[in-house]
Antibody
Framework: EVQLVESGGGLVQPGGSLRLSCAAS????????MNWVRQAPGKGLEWVSY????????YYADSVKGRFTISRDNAKSSLYLQMNSLRAEDTAVYYC???????????WGQGTLVTVSS | QSALTQPRSVSGSPGQSVTISCTGT?????????VSWYQQHPGKAPKLMIY???KRPSGVPDRFSGSKSGNTASLTISGLQAEDEADYYC??????????FGGGTKLTVL
């Protein structure tokens, strides 16, 4: 059974940093691209970042470019999102999702809440 | 990376059909056959319902169908059931691995 479990969310002050993790199981992690998608409270979904299976290709949404860094450790079947210079507008539930079907995400984690507030 | 346009809400009675539209541009919806649709119940993670415009992942009922014409994609749910009440989001590939979501549509089953 495919499982994605996010962790690392919490309350952080504006300008602070946080590192999210996503532990994957039930599939060959290195064989799939992965994405981070976020959802602000009461709002819609927003794609944040993409990483290919080998980490050779990485892309970011303009809203986080230069502040967030996506990475993965295939040996540990884990995905990460390093978030720096956090702003109030980064407050959201962050989901990791498996890019299993062309440009669609076929499995999602339960999400981890990041709150940026003083 | 502007969001795709969806109606804020749609509604229908059990057994009826509803269609949710998703309008983008030639740089996203109109430019690629990589439109997907996600269902999200309150407090839950999104679930993939349609990918590649009209394909259904394993386990998704054939009551759900997708299509596209020009810069507008559509999700049709036929034989509406109470459990279909949820938020629905479209998503399109926009080149260079970038994806754009719609603002979401709340489906109410009357």
């Amino acid at each position: 059974e495919v499982q994605l479990v996010e962790s690392g969310g919490g309350l952080v002050q504006p300008g602070g940093s946080l590192r999210l993790s996503c532990a994957a199981s039930g599939f060959t992690f290195s064989g799939y691209s992965m994405n981070w998608v976020r959802q602000a409270p009461g709002k819609g979904l927003e794609w944040v970042s993409y990483i290919s299976g080998s980490s050779s290709t990485i892309y970011y949404a303009d809203s986080v470019k230069g502040r967030f860094t996506i990475s993965r450790d295939n040996a540990k079947s884990s995905l990460y999102l390093q978030m720096n210079s956090l702003r109030a507008e980064d407050t959201a539930v962050y989901y990791c999702a498996r890019g299993g079907l062309n440009y669609a995400d076929d499995y999602w984690g339960q999400g981890t809440l990041v709150t940026v507030s003083s | 990376q502007s969001a795709l346009t969806q109606p804020r809400s749609v509604s229908g009675s059990p057994g009826q059909s509803v269609t949710i539209s998703c309008t983008g541009t030639s740089s996203d919806v109109g430019g690629y056959n990589y439109v997907s649709w996600y269902q999200q119940h309150p407090g839950k993670a999104p679930k993939l319902m349609i990918y590649d415009v009209s394909k259904r992942p394993s386990g998704v009922p054939d009551r759900f169908s997708g299509s596209k014409s020009g810069n507008t994609a559509s999700l049709t749910i036929s034989g509406l059931q109470a459990e279909d009440e949820a938020d629905y989001y479209c998503c399109s590939y926009a080149g260079r691995y970038i994806r754009v979501f719609g603002g979401g549509t709340k489906l109410t089953v009357l």
